[in-house]
């Protein structure tokens, strides 16, 4: 989230103000926001679990060329 942020603040600053502003007037995005802070926790809880009990183990090539992958989406963008 802090790669995103950064990326946002040099190429693209009034969306990240725009994002920054969590007080929507609409109902819809009201609901957008908080349906996304509970998947943005359940991520984490998730992660957790997943590494506690081994529930999914990916090959380390596979995870590294994954973040690669996402990390040159963002300076692409």
């Known amino acids: 989230m802090i790669i995103a942020g ?3 603040m040099k190429k693209n600053p009034a969306l990240l ?3 920054l502003n969590a007080k929507e007037k609409e109902d819809e995005q009201k609901s957008v926001l ?3 802070g509970l998947m ?3 991520a984490f809880v ?3 679990l997943c590494f ?3 529930f999914l ?3 380390l090539w596979l995870a590294k060329s994954g973040a690669v992958i996402f990390l040159a989406a963002y300076v692409l963008m």
């Open 17 to 19: 103000e725009k994002r």
């Open 34 to 36: 908080v349906m996304s």
């Open 46 to 48: 998730a992660a957790g």
């Open 6 to 8: 950064l990326v946002l």
């Open 52 to 54: 506690r009990f081994g």
């Open 57 to 59: 183990v990916l090959p």
């Open 40 to 42: 943005f926790l359940a």
